[in-house]
């Protein structure tokens, strides 16, 4: 075998172990990417349900507090008349401001967005699903028609909720909700119902193939608020 035979087959025999290094350098590199991506994930999840568990602690030991205060209120204006006008004043103005939790009869509204008519037939997308403002709309008509208690995907609607676009999803109170919404309405069901008649806006979104349905009920249950309420420009006169 002469020397140039040789040097061809060590030539290709240096090519193939070259190419080799290169693909296991690079497997190993993915490899690590891998790991390093599942890690980071794991790591957020793990946080993430860390915050959970401290926040389900914090508001069993809040409900523990109020059931205790509750008692204590109980206890103290059992015999003083002037006293109980005064803590049943106290639980009027909760349950307005929505601090309370209330039951009644009602209609519970659901939107689900358009899951039947291909979006290649559709000059606008955004025409097949639920905005904040549909939502917005249904809210207003439900208070008009004299809802008591309001709330949307058991988020309970007070004076100061905002309920707005965030991407796909609606943020209402500050926590991001997705379709269906699911709109509990405490009030006269006939009344509320009215929401239904023709050339109300729930006819208007079942136009545009949103999902639109109402029910009545006699047993509704809307969890009250949860968060604080802060008047930053009212004051007592």
Do not use: W
Not at 18 to 26: R, S, T
């Amino acid at each position: 075998m002469n020397k140039k035979v040789i040097s061809l087959v060590l030539g290709g025999m240096c090519l193939v172990l070259v190419y080799g290094i290169c693909v296991q350098i690079k497997t190993i590199n993915n490899t690590n990417s891998s790991y390093s991506t599942s890690s980071t994930v794991n790591e957020l999840r793990d946080e993430v349900l860390r915050y959970k568990e401290r926040y389900d602690n914090r508001a069993e030991e809040l409900e523990k507090a109020e059931a205790e205060l509750e008692k204590v209120r109980e206890s103290t204006t059992g015999n003083n008349e002037e006293l109980t006008q005064l803590e049943e004043q106290i639980k009027q103005g909760n349950k307005m401001l929505g601090l309370t939790e209330v039951t009644g009869e009602g209609v519970i509204v659901t939107l689900n967005d358009n899951t039947t008519t291909a979006t290649s037939s559709v000059l606008d997308i955004s025409t097949l699903v639920v905005h904040d403002t549909d939502v917005l709309s249904v809210i207003n008509e439900l208070k008009n028609a004299g809802a008591e208690a309001i709330s949307i995907n058991d988020q309970r609607l007070v004076t100061t909720t905002a309920i707005s676009c965030d991407g796909n999803v609606i943020s209402i109170n500050g926590q991001k909700v997705g379709a269906p919404f699911e709109i509990k309405a405490i009030g006269l069901p006939e009344q509320l119902s009215a929401l239904e008649r023709p050339g109300g806006y729930l006819s208007v979104l079942k136009e545009y193939g949103i999902e639109a349905e109402l029910e009545k009920s006699n047993n509704i249950t809307i969890p009250k608020y949860n968060g604080a309420i802060n008047f930053k420009y009212a004051q007592n006169k």
